[in-house]
């Protein structure tokens, strides 16, 4: 259940929005409510809801002011209530990210549309940085699902996007981060840091992963052999695609192919690619 805290000074609308809106049917549950920012932040510090519905005039403290504070307290997301004469007011708060402004009176429809966007993008937060945490070992051979990354690109710097996009376009040619920086117009120890704050891997660690686990797909398929598989993956020199494969998966490409986890890889991937849906 999603935990909801409205913060409105006008008892009318705050009670409406309290005990009026279907809330169990949206899968949310309004953990308080206040009259003010300042109690509104108070009770965020003590609840840690998962969303802030907030007006943005109130006294003591307005809602966008509550918002940022609460903040750098923790992650959440906010929903702004507003009136016609201060929506453009309510827009220039966009620095904050917050997630959508509602004109009042509140639309249930659109409020139930707004909330279950944001439980999509909780879930899919949830893979994001399950996925992160899985990567951070490189003893073992962990899936790169690059879709997941780009899944989440609101969460990315931009030129690390576009340097995952080339990996996984372009896996197959001759890749470098120094390359990739200059086409992007920023230096390589720039990218670099970028790259491996957002991942936790460094920018070889992820191409030779995602290169590795497109050799164990064509290897399922049979219809190449070792070396042509090599060649396919961007590996310039078949004794360097066995070294990196079997550090990787810990295991020669025949070993690999033998031992029949090439199956059950390709089922993690799906599984993978399945949750972030």
Not at 68 to 78: G, K, M, N
Not at 159 to 165: A, G, M, R
Not at 195 to 220: G, P
Request: charged residues 30%; contains cysteine; hydrophobic residues 40%.
């Amino acid at each position: 259940m999603l935990k909801v805290l409205v913060v409105e000074d006008e008892e009318i609308i705050r009670r409406g929005l309290v005990h009026t809106v279907d809330w169990l049917s949206m899968g949310c549950t309004v953990v308080g409510d206040a009259g003010d920012g300042q109690e509104g932040l108070q009770l965020i510090q003590q609840l840690r809801p998962d969303l802030v519905i907030t007006d943005i005039r109130m006294p003591v403290m307005n809602g966008i002011e509550m918002v940022e504070q609460a903040l750098r307290i923790f992650p959440l997301h906010s929903i702004i209530l507003t009136s016609y004469s201060e929506f453009e007011y309510a827009k220039r708060a966009i620095s904050l990210k917050v997630f959508e402004y509602l004109l009042k009176p509140v639309d249930e429809v659109k409020l139930a549309g707004v909330i279950e966007n944001i439980k999509r993008e909780i879930r899919q937060d949830k893979v994001f940085d399950d996925i992160i945490k899985k990567t951070k070992n490189i003893d073992e051979f962990n899936l790169i699902a690059l879709d997941v990354y780009l899944f989440a690109e609101n969460k990315l710097n931009y030129y690390v996007s576009e340097t995952i996009k080339r990996i996984k376009n372009d896996y197959h040619q001759k890749l470098s981060i120094e390359g990739i920086a200059d086409e992007l117009g920023v230096s390589p120890s720039y990218l670099s840091r970028k790259f491996k704050e957002a991942t936790s891997q460094t920018f070889l660690d992820i191409l030779y992963k995602y290169r590795i686990q497109k050799a164990v797909e064509l290897l399922e398929t049979g219809k190449c052999r070792i070396y042509e598989i090599s060649d396919l993956t961007g590996f310039s020199e078949y004794k360097n695609f066995c070294n990196v494969f079997k550090k990787y998966t810990g295991t020669s490409p025949t070993d690999f192919m033998k031992s029949g986890n090439c199956a059950v890889v390709i089922n993690q991937s799906k599984e993978v690619i399945e949750d972030m849906k």
